[in-house]
């Protein structure tokens, strides 16, 4: 254990310590999941946990169009809690509605970013392209 400031006390582990929780992780996940074979995975993964009202569709577009204009990524996969907020992340990466997210963004308004949703995962070719080079 190691003191902070104000008292607060973390826990510092060594790189070989951190990594043998990762291991006991892995051994834990694949006894529930024999499938799993593994974690890591060649894309940028973030996570957005921030308080309500404050803006994480907005710092997820500005992340989305940094990552596709300075470095060419192309596809980009959003996870939502629950329906009620599926269904407005759907609506503002709609384009021509209120809170369009790319708005403004030169280069999405010339051809819009394709979305693919649940509803119309099977009606979109170039997803299950994308889905099926990814898995393969």
């Given at each position: 254990m190691q003191e902070g400031p104000r008292g607060i006390t973390s826990q510092v582990s060594s790189p070989s310590?951190?990594?043998?929780r990762r291991a006991r992780r892995r051994g834990v996940i694949r006894s529930e999941f024999p499938s799993v074979e593994d974690f890591e995975h060649a894309f940028p993964?973030?996570?957005f946990a921030l308080a309500t009202g404050v803006g994480k569709t907005r710092l997820m577009e500005a992340f989305i169009t940094h990552l596709h204009l300075e470095h060419n990524i192309r596809h980009f996969f959003v996870l939502a809690p629950n329906l009620t907020i599926y269904n407005k992340l759907v609506a503002d990466f709609m384009p021509n509605t209120s809170k369009y997210v790319f708005q403004g963004i030169a280069e999405f308004a010339v051809k819009a970013p394709t979305l693919v949703t649940g509803e119309?995962?099977?009606?979109k070719p170039q997803a299950r392209t994308c889905l099926n080079a990814t898995t393969s």
């Open positions: 310590e951190r990594a043998g993964s973030l996570c119309n995962f099977e009606q």
